[in-house]
C-alpha cells in the first residue's frame, strides 16, 4: 500500500512544528485534496524500472507532536478518509489467488531501541526480535480478532532473503531491492537517515510508515480488475524509526508502544487511511475526535480498536472477505 500517508497529511490539516506532511503521492496528477505530491516517491518508481508491474502509490505516515503551541487552539490533523484510494482485490490472480491476506516479519531488522529499565536513569537497551515480532503478531491479529469481517489472516516465515523494496529506494543501493514475499512486510527498524529522506526533520518525527504499492499496466497505468473505482493495490512495506526508544509492554513500559503503533501502520496496510480531528486546546492538551486507533498523531499508547476503526474496516472488508 504504497501511498505515503504515513507521511501524513490532510485538506485542512496544519503542518506539524516538523513540517511533516502525513500523506505523500507519487503521481503528481492523482493525489486528492491535502495530500502532496512526492517527487522522491515519483523518482523511486522511476528506479523501480519500466519491467517492473508495480509501482509505489503513496506513504503513510504516524507522527508525533512536538513541543511549541502556546495558548490557541491549534487543528494538527483532520482527517475523514476511511479508505485508501488503493484497496486489495478479493483472490486477485497477480496475488495467486487466495482468500488470506498474507504478511511476514523481517527479521534482519527486528531489533528496536528500548530501554532497560521501568524506572530510574534513561539506560538504553535493545529488544531483540523475538519481543518486537511477537507485538507485530498481536497487532496484525487485532484486526482478526476484534472485528467480524476480516478476511484470513496469515503469517509467513521469514526466508532469509530480502523481502522488501523501499531501503534499497532510499539508500541507492540495488542489492537492498528485494522481493516482496507477502502481502504485508513488517521490515523493522531502521535508523534515522532513512526518515531524514523521507521528510525535512522526520527523523525526529516520524514514528512509522507504510507504503503502499500498486498494480500497474503496461502503459504505467493503475489497474481495477474488479471494478470497485480503487486501484488495485499489490503489496504494503511498513517501517518502524529506531531513533525512537520502544516498548513491548509489560516487561519494559517504557518508551513508545509497538503495539499501538504497529496496529495502526497494519490498519493502512489493510486499506484504512487517518480518520479523527487532533487538536491541542487552550490549556496545551491534545484532544482527539474521535480517539481511534487510525488517528494521525501518537500521544500515548491506543492499541485496542475504536468503533470507528471497526466501521473502516468492514468498510472495506465486508464485502471482500466473502
Partial sequence: MYKFRHVTAAAAALLLASTVMPHLYAAADRFPEGAAYSPLLAGWNVALGAQRSVRIERAELLVSPDAGWTGVTTL????????LDSLFVARDPRRGGFDAISYLVDQSDGAARGFAAATGPSTPGLL???????????????????????PPVVKLADPGADPDLVDGLVFGDPARIGTPFADITHAGWLPREFFYALAPNGSASILGVTFTFIFVDAAGNPTDIDNDHHADAAFSEIYYNDRFGWSDGAAHPRGIDIDSVSTHESGHAFGLGHFGKVFIDNNGTIKYA???????VYVSPF?????????SFCSVWASRSK
Fill in 76 to 83: 494538527i490533523a483532520n482527517d475523514r478518509t476511511h479508505q
Fill in 128 to 150: 531483540p526480535n523475538a519481543a518486537t515480532e511477537a507485538r507485530i503478531d498481536a497487532s496484525m491479529a487485532r484486526w482478526s480478532a476484534e472485528t467480524n469481517c476480516a
Fill in 290 to 296: 474521535p480517539r481511534a486507533v487510525m488517528n494521525a
Fill in 303 to 311: 492499541a485496542d480498536l475504536a468503533g470507528t476503526d471497526n466501521a
